[in-house]
């Protein structure tokens, strides 16, 4: 048996059961022992999409994926993807082949550019040592929660596997959590046993159901209220004392409840920029305090109070334990009564800025909102349009949102959605977009055809960057450089097979409504023109920070 075959074979013992990317010379054998050995290859139409396809799969289903590329130009292709991956510290393999040759022309140093953008690189080094590296690359993946790269050399991929070289092969045992230490545990629960007014706020290291049911059995102990940030939004969704999501994308409810706090605790949550509105939602005099189980997170963002060392569900178990009585503290009457009414941005007023041909955002979610199923999947890409989509779409739990922004590129939405479809198939995928990332990711419209995805796809069309437009343009700059005329979203949507209506007024969603109510079995595009001159209150809110 050769390398390829080894490895392939490998990797899917350790758990990997999909595998996405686009294949070449160098990557076609271990692609193909993957298939061989069970997994479910995904062929994406450009290898960015496929990295962050598999990205997002791995986010949503809770298990390692990987995207498997050609030597030098498909890895440089997927670098994007990469770094999103990388940044957001998702267990994801990249299976790389690699050719060692300077003069080659697909060479590049694959371990430098790997590591530049945060992620892990290994390599195979021998017949005699590939499986063991192969299971070390998926080990590190997912105990570690690291992307990493795999890099097999071309040279290594023609030598020979030992006999019984796979026997008993499967993913090592992971460690065991990490313990808070008693004084620390003293220290925290002492806090919330005075604290008036106290919040959670979950991010990434909470998206369990054991971490999650952790911090709602401590909240309801201690009187807390529970947000998140944007990545573990729906954590709590049908939580009555749940804030949804903190920083910039908080309804003026959440953040007044959130700023008025004398006790913020976060809970794999890096407090950073965004969630805490660079800062502005930390009010004078209250306690700041990081739960993390890894050293380097604590503190890496803003001073605090005191930092904790363990893992979430391990914490909140610990602390609730040493809690002695259980308090009412911000789980006042008032503030149950404010959040069944005043939550939800959908809750806000707004003055409706539609016509003319165009429809405003909040009016067109709100409809989608109301007329799309509860168990959804919602994927967002980035630009001046997210904020809408991503809090205007109620989601039944933090599987329902799959928010790659870490490296906050425009253009990953919808592979974002292709992999979230995949993980989560008894759900209906909204991919939400702007024109700029639709047009930037076209290309994958023939992917979620060819793979039958009932999705919904939702381009806000406002025909610029418009980010840049409402940055820039109160200066009086010329906004020539990221403004574009019309283009027919639609009719790209019809040419790759999908059903497409273009909305301009909420008469023109009824096609979706039958849509919806025929039971969706292929996908539908709707090009959305919504008006170009509104700047979002999330934008506001982070050019407020520069």
Not at 212 to 219: F, K, M, N, Q, S
Not at 258 to 264: E, H, Q, S, T
Not at 465 to 477: L, Q, R
Request: aromatic fraction near 6%.
């Amino acid at each position: 048996m050769l390398v390829p075959e080894a490895v392939g074979r490998a990797l899917v013992a350790c758990g990997i059961d999909h595998v996405f990317g686009v294949v070449g010379s160098g990557n076609f054998h271990v692609t193909n022992a993957m298939v061989a050995a069970g997994a479910r290859y995904v062929a994406t139409r450009h290898e960015g999409g496929g990295a962050t396809a598999a990205d997002s799969y791995a986010r949503v289903s809770g298990r390692p994926a990987a995207v498997s590329v050609h030597q030098g130009c498909g890895f440089t292709n997927a670098m994007t993807g990469v770094a999103e991956a990388a940044k957001s510290r998702t267990p994801l393999v990249v299976v790389a082949a690699e050719v060692m040759e300077p003069r080659s022309n697909f060479f590049v140093d694959q371990e430098a550019m790997a590591r530049s953008v945060g992620a892990v690189p290994h390599r195979v080094t021998s017949g005699e040592e590939a499986v063991a590296q192969a299971v070390a690359a998926v080990a590190e993946a997912v105990h570690g929660r690291r992307t990493v790269v795999l890099n097999l050399p071309l040279p290594v991929q023609e030598q020979e596997v030992p006999d019984g070289a796979l026997d008993g092969v499967g993913m090592p045992s992971a460690p065991a959590p990490a313990e808070p230490s008693a004084e620390d545990v003293q220290r925290l629960a002492a806090a919330l046993a005075t604290a008036e007014r106290p919040v959670f706020v979950a991010g990434r290291g909470s998206r369990s159901a054991g971490a999650r049911d952790a911090l709602r059995t401590l909240g309801e102990k201690a009187g807390v209220l529970l947000a998140t940030s944007a990545v573990a939004k729906g954590l709590f969704f049908d939580d009555p004392w749940q804030l949804d999501v903190s920083g910039g994308f908080s309804s003026p409810l959440t953040a007044e409840l959130v700023g008025d706090a004398d006790l913020i605790v976060g809970w794999g949550c890096a407090l950073n920029m965004w969630t805490m509105r660079h800062g502005r939602l930390i009010g004078d005099g209250a306690t700041v305090v990081q739960v993390d189980d890894t050293p380097g997170a604590l503190g890496a963002h803003r001073d605090l109070t005191f930092g904790v060392l363990g893992d979430v569900a391990r914490t909140a178990e610990a602390v609730a334990g040493a809690l002695e009585a259980t308090r009412t503290a911000y789980r006042t009457p008032e503030v149950r009564e404010r959040l069944a009414a005043q939550l939800r941005w959908r809750d806000v007023p707004f003055d409706d800025r539609g016509g003319d041909g165009r429809i405003d955002p909040r009016t067109l979610t709100i409809a989608l909102d109301d007329l799309l199923p509860a168990q959804r999947v919602v994927a967002v890409d980035s630009g001046n349009f997210m904020g809408y989509p991503s809090m205007f779409l109620s989601v039944p739990d933090e599987e329902g949102f799959c928010f790659t922004q870490a490296f906050q590129s425009v253009g990953l939405g919808l592979a974002t959605a292709i992999g979230s479809a995949l993980a989560r198939p008894d759900r209906l995928p909204v991919a939400a977009l702007g024109d700029g990332g639709a047009l930037m990711a076209a290309a994958e419209l023939e992917t979620v055809v060819r793979l039958g995805l009932a999705m919904l796809v939702v381009v806000y069309d406002d025909e610029a960057y418009g980010a840049e437009v409402h940055h820039f343009g109160p200066d009086g700059h010329d906004l020539a450089t990221v403004q574009f005329p019309p283009t027919d979203i639609a009719a790209i949507g019809r040419g790759y097979g999908m059903e497409a209506v273009t909305v301009t007024s909420l008469e023109d969603l009824a096609p979706v409504r039958e849509w919806v109510a025929g039971g969706p079995t292929g996908p539908m595009l709707v090009h959305a023109k919504v008006i170009r001159d509104e700047a979002s209150w999330w934008l506001e809110e982070a050019f407020r920070g520069h």
